[in-house]
Each structure stands twice: as C-alpha cells, then as structure tokens.
C-alpha cells in the first residue's frame, strides 16, 4: 500500500498542496483528478522524490520514503511516468524498455564497460524482459526502431512499458491517455485493469474523465491543492463541489 499523509509544498507565495491525505491498496486504480493546476502533478513529484514536501509523510507499506531520493524511492518499487514524455530519444524502444529495468540490476560498471560473458547473457534476459513487455501493448514489432520514430501515442505506452520494466509495487501514471485515439485509450484502459486485478497498485493523473469513470475503483479530487471530494466514480460525479470545481457556478462571471 502507498499512504500519504499531510502532504503540504509551498513555492513562495503558493500554496500548491495542503494536507494531502489518501492510500491506494494493492490491486486498486486510484485516480487523482481535479482542474488544471489542481496539484495533481505536484503530489507525484512528492511522491517520487523530484520535489520535497515542506510537511507530511509518504509511506510504501510500513516504509517511510519521503525524503528519500528519486532512485532510492523506485528501488524501494515506485516508478512512474510523466505529463511531458520523458523517453531516451535516441535509443531504441526495445534499449528504452531496458534501462527501466535496471533499477532491479545488481551489476556493476566494470561488467557493463568489459562486456564479459555474464553480461551479456544478463543483457539477453533484459532484452527478453523488454520485448515481453512490449508485446502487451502492442509494440513488439517495434522494438529496434529508434524511439523518435514513433507516433505519440505509442511513445505513451513505450513509456508505461519502461515504467514496468522496474518491477514496481506502485505505478505512477500522469495522464498516459493523452495523445490516445478512442481505441487504443479503451486498450490501455483494459491493460490497466489487467495489471490491477494481477494485484499492481496504481494511481492515475488524468484529464480524459471516460478512462477515469471506466476503470478507477476510487477517486480523489483535487483543487487549488486541496483535497475537496473522495469515493467511487459514481459518488464523485454527482459531488456538487467537484461539479463546480470542474464547471464553476451557475453566477460565476465570464470575463
């Protein structure tokens, strides 16, 4: 389980999030959603280590990880993608896939630089590893081309692919939708809950409310920071204050 409790960050004269508080269980879709600059992405920097938290406390189990660094945090098994893709342009799919992986490699740089036998075996079992991973989203056939070379929408998933490689506890997805066409977000959607029901903890930052409402089990609502609603999709879409949020209200002026 990840918890996190308080969490609070402040740049300067904003308050971007306060007291942040939910838990996602294994085998459970949590979403995170809310208004552009609700804090969404904030609280995944906190969680991951690219920012720290001015107050509260993240947990993975019984393990406190706040304060921890970005890769202390995805060996302790929390990885995560990113709203602005985040890919080794300039290796290929298959080698991208790869460097996920070795977050979970004992192997040290002196192997790596001699290229001995063991290593290249191990680098055989990565390569494997990757295509596997590959092949559930539907990119195998893809795996030696350079990762430039492809559409946006499968640089998404290549990036989901490389995420998982790390063999996570928790997966962090921010907006992993974006860029898809109706089938293939219906296809990650499927994916996504594949990877829940075989028990994979993930929470999801995302704008596209049709993959939320389909395959979250809960959902926790942001705005200005702040957590402002929180229950199954169904009691958040009829929550007043997450439609105003969302809609502003009925007398609000338009400038």
Request: net charge negative; with cysteine; aromatic share 6%.
């Amino acid at each position: 389980m990840l918890r996190v409790s308080g969490l609070t960050k402040q740049f300067g004269g904003l308050l971007a999030v306060y007291g942040v508080d939910f838990a996602a269980e294994p085998g459970q879709i949590l979403a995170l959603i809310g208004p552009n600059g609700a804090g969404k992405t904030t609280v995944f920097n906190l969680i991951t280590g690219v920012l720290q938290a001015d107050q509260g406390q993240v947990f993975l189990g019984d393990k406190r990880i706040d304060g921890l660094r970005p890769f202390q945090i995805a060996a302790h098994g929390v990885s995560r993608t990113f709203q602005n893709l985040e890919l080794f342009t300039t290796l290929t799919v298959a080698e991208n896939v790869m460097v996920g992986a070795w977050v979970r490699s004992r192997t040290r740089f002196t192997r790596c630089l001699f290229r001995r036998p063991g290593q290249m075996k191990k680098d055989r079992e990565l390569y494997d590893k990757a295509l596997a991973l590959l092949r559930q989203l539907g990119l195998d056939g893809m795996a030696d081309l350079p990762a430039s070379s492809l559409p946006f929408g499968q640089q998404r998933l290549l990036e989901i692919a490389r995420a998982l490689a790390g063999e996570p506890q928790v997966l962090l997805l921010d907006e992993p939708a974006a860029g898809l066409n109706n089938t293939e977000s219906r296809e990650l959607a499927s994916y996504l809950r594949s990877l829940a029901d075989g028990g994979q903890t993930l929470i999801l930052v995302e704008h596209d409310m049709e993959t939320v409402m389909g395959v979250a089990d809960q959902v926790v609502v942001l705005n200005f920071g702040t957590v402002i609603a929180r229950g199954t999709p169904s009691e958040v879409q009829e929550n007043p204050e997450v439609i105003t949020a969302y809609l502003g209200k009925e007398d609000d002026e338009v400038c």
